[in-house]
Nanobody
């Protein structure tokens, strides 16, 4: 059993900052990649940022230069620092982790989601 626990969402004014955290725990053999997705009302789920075991990072074009993803392997935690937030960043942000639970078996796991609202 694997759990992902997120924290850090909330309400912020345009131009403000928030930091999201997601900690993985449970039956983890190794982490492959961790990332953040978001879904705004009436829109599809989209990748925001992802970081793999080798440190490789990808960002959605819409957040490049504003958001920074980082990872603490010892704590099995991924962070998303969000700066210069815009109203269009408003969404439910969900943490995703691709995890080996045994040396041969991996699966994708999701957090419960945290609301980020950017509004004046």
């Amino acid at each position: 059993q694997v759990q992902l626990v997120e924290s850090g969402g909330g309400l912020v004014q345009p131009g403000g900052s928030l930091r999201l955290s997601c900690a993985a725990s449970g039956s983890i053999f190794s982490l492959i990649a961790m990332g953040w997705y978001r879904q705004a009302p009436g829109k599809e789920l989209e990748l925001v940022a992802i970081i793999n075991n080798g440190g490789g990072i990808n960002y959605a074009d819409s957040v490049k230069g504003r958001f920074t993803i980082s990872r603490d392997n010892a704590r099995r935690t991924v962070y998303l620092q969000m700066n210069s937030l815009k109203p269009e960043d408003t969404a439910v942000y969900s943490c995703n982790a691709r995890i080996y639970t045994t040396p041969k078996n991996w699966d994708d796991y999701w957090g419960q989601g945290t609301q980020v609202t950017v509004s004046s």
